[in-house]
Structure formats: structure tokens, C-alpha cells
């Protein structure tokens, strides 16, 4: 995002990132001369008995940082974040450019009509799915992983626009992604956006669409090209 508002991406343009962990790490290797492996890891997420902060290593075990710390079994366990994070089991592993690992409720039920039907439990943008719960703006809601209905349709409402913090299309970049179309794609701005960026519309769209993973293809359809 701040790239974008800075000094925007270019076709050919290379861009180096570097997050305050490896900021730390490149200073104790050619301060100390050692590589520090070290990770501040934050357990968190409405299955958590007691969240906090654990001090671990790269690539820690899971089994071990969730061991009776759980208040089921049935969950959702994911590296990262819920929007951009990545699913995995209790054998996996803590990604290495995360920093905290969320455990949510595993939503694989069946609910009739939940894709429609007033409810005063459940999150929604437009204040239409969960039509009753913006009445209570300080309600803490116990998200899980149910999308509450299957794709379908790509369904234009304009909300992506008003989540995406970037002077961009995303609506029609997507489009042009789907339809393949590489120069519409250079022209709508997909070298200036990453997964992470349009997180948030993949949570607001009411299409279901994986749309960080639309983007990822489009990213190796320019990469292949």
C-alpha cells in the first residue's frame, strides 16, 4: 500500500520489502555474526483458552504451541491471519513470514437459508446478512470458517472499491484476470497489488469468489507470459 501511494509499481520495476523481524535478524547476523531463528509467535482466536504470546522459532511445530491450549477440537487452525493466513493442521508448521497463529471454529454445517435469513450473530458489510447486529456496535462476534453459501455469479455491488486502500479497479481487474486478457491486466494496476492487498474484498464479496487466489493466477499468468 505504501508502495503504491509512494512511488507506484511499473512493468519491470523490482521492489525489495523487508518486515521489522527481518529488519532484527540482518542486524544480529552481521553484529553477532549469527543467524537468529527466534520468533515472538501470538496464539490467538475465539478457541483459545488464554491468548499470548510465545516465544518460539521459525518454522515452529503446531502440535506443540496449540498442546492444551485448545477448548475443542474442532477448529480451524490457520498460520497467520484469517483473511490471508494459511490453513493447517495440527502436524503443520508456522509459516515463516508469520507472526501469529488464529484458531477459529470450523464452520463445515449446513445452515438453510443462512446465506439470507436476519441474524443478530453474524458479521456483515452491507448490514443485511447480520441484519440485526449493527444495533450493538460494541457485539464481539465468534467468527468460523463458513463462507455461508457456494460461489456463484460474479456479482458487481461496488463494495471491493470501498475496501481497497489503493487507486484501483478491482472489480474489473479481476474480471480481466478470469477472462485472461494480459493487457487489460497491466492496465487496471495488478503490478501494484499482492494477495494481502485485496484480502478484504475476498471477505466482503458476497459472490464467494477466492479472489486472492484469482489474483495469485493472474500474478503467474504475467510471470508465464
Known amino acids: 500500500v505504501q508502495i503504491h501511494h509512494i512511488d507506484p509499481i511499473n ?8 518486515n521489522p523481524f527481518g529488519v532484527i535478524q540482518i542486524g544480529k547476523l552481521f553484529l553477532n555474526g549469527v543467524h537468529d531463528a527466534s520468533r515472538l509467535i501470538a496464539l490467538v482466536g475465539s478457541e483459545v483458552k488464554d491468548p499470548q ?3 518460539t522459532y521459525t518454522g515452529a511445530s503446531i502440535k506443540n504451541l496449540i498442546k492444551d491450549k ?100 478491482p472489480t474489473y481487474l479481476l474480471k480481466s484476470i478470469l477472462a485472461e486478457d494480459v493487457d487489460e491486466m497491466e492496465e487496471l494496476g495488478i503490478y501494484e497489488v499482492i494477495e494481502e492487498d485485496l484480502a478484504l474484498c475476498e471477505f466482503v464479496d458476497v459472490s464467494k469468489h477466492n479472489v486472492q487466489q484469482i489474483l495469485r493466477d493472474g500474478i503467474e499468468l504475467l510471470q508465464n507470459s
Not at 71 to 93: A, E, K, M, P
Open 11 to 18: 512493468k519491470g520495476d523490482v521492489v525489495w520489502t523487508l
Open 70 to 169: 485448545l477448548t475443542n477440537d474442532h477448529v480451524r487452525i490457520v498460520s497467520g491471519n484469517v483473511l490471508t493466513g494459511t490453513r493447517v493442521g495440527q502436524d503443520g508448521y508456522v509459516g515463516f513470514f508469520d507472526n501469529y497463529v488464529t484458531v477459529i471454529p470450523e464452520g463445515d454445517y449446513y445452515e438453510f437459508l443462512g446465506w439470507i435469513a436476519p441474524s443478530a450473530s453474524k458479521v456483515s458489510f452491507h448490514r443485511a446478512f447480520g441484519l440485526f447486529s449493527f444495533l450493538n456496535g460494541n457485539k464481539e462476534f465468534k467468527v468460523d470458517s463458513n463462507t455461508h453459501g457456494e460461489p456463484r455469479a460474479f456479482v458487481q455491488t461496488g463494495v471491493f472499491e470501498r475496501v481497497t486502500p489503493m487507486d484501483i479497479l
Open 53 to 55: 504470546y510465545y516465544k
